[in-house]
């Protein structure tokens, strides 16, 4: 085949070698490969997989270094691939379950057909990705740990480059099952958190940030935030949430936050923020994936972040940089 550009065909073959890891990832493949070298015989029995199937994948998953070959038709994982074992501290085996979700892949493929009609295909036939989770637990925890897992990337940052000194109770807007609020508190010992979400999601949160040892230093609550949020917070987090929403909606749930906290409160976005310029950036992949799923839902600049929160009676007070594409954009009442 003609390589006549290097990224063009890498991003084609990209699809393949996402769908290897998928399927690494959904046959458990790294948790069978845990305690030692395996012939792909006994590990399509304990995968329930097809032997020669299986074999063709382990050759795409060894090209990607995750699998190495270990004696006669034998297998072993590196530390790459040792990421996908389900009890691996920053396992990403939930997220690239999460990404290759039957809706997910639906979404991406049908990406244009949502370009075609303006509208999102993901939502025309699974509905609200969030009521679309809500309907089903197991995809949901899925969800709420791909969060976790793609956290962990820049939370250490937020607890390193921000100060939070001052503030002595932390609201997380939408916060998913807390692990960012977890990273903040444990760095900041006297400092308390409310987590806020929707119900099905409070719970796992009370479970997770119980499992942190937070449990006497938040409080859960379950909401909608276009209804209101918490009041009496110092800092009000809101991580990954607005560029899930359209302009409109963003504003009704930044003027809830606005009408809920003290005068001398701040609003943190935890966004990535578009660059002005035409280079490659993470935030433009994941504009694709928004447009997919999403109507209304977009990656924005740092100008489209002002615009908004200026809308809801609050102002750009600074940006900082948390690594790994991440922005922290500090906010206060205008
Ligand atoms: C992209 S996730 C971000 C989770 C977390 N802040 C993080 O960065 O890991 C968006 C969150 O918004 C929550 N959410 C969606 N609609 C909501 C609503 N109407 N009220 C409160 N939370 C909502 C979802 O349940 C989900 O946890």
Known sequence: MPHSDDLLWDAVSGLSRFAALLTMAELGVADHLAHGPVTTEELAERCGADS????????ELAGMGLIREAGADG???????????????????SSIRMLGEEGF????????????????????????????LAARPETSRLFDDYMRARAVTFTDGL?????????????????G??????TVLQANPGMRGVLFDLEHVAESAR????????????????????????????VYLLASVLHNWGDDDAVRILRNVRR?????????LLEVVLPDDEAPHLGKDLDMRMLAIFDGAVERSRQEYA??????????ADVVELGAGASLIEAVPS
């Open 52 to 59: 020669h199937a299986l074999r063709r994948v382990l050759r």
């Open 105 to 132: 892949w639906y979404a991406m493929g049908n990406l244009p057909t949502t370009v075609r009609t303006g509208r999102s295909a993901f939502a025309a036939q699974y509905g609200h990705l969030y009521e679309h």
């Open 260 to 268: 809920a906290m003290a005068p001398t409160g701040r609003v943190l």
């Open 159 to 175: 607890a390193k480059r921000y100060d939070f000194s001052r503030a002595g109770t932390m609201v997380d807007i939408a916060g």
């Open 307 to 316: 615009v908004l929160l200026d809308q809801a009676g609050l102002k750009l």
């Open 177 to 182: 099952k807390g692990h960012i609020l977890a």
């Open 207 to 234: 479970e997770w940030l119980g499992g942190e040892g937070l449990a006497d230093r938040c409080d859960v609550v379950a909401g909608d935030f276009f209804a209101e949020v918490p009041a009496g917070g110092d």
């Open 75 to 93: 297998h072993d994982l590196t530390e790459r691939g040792a990421a996908l074992r389900s009890d691996a501290p920053d396992s990403i085996r």
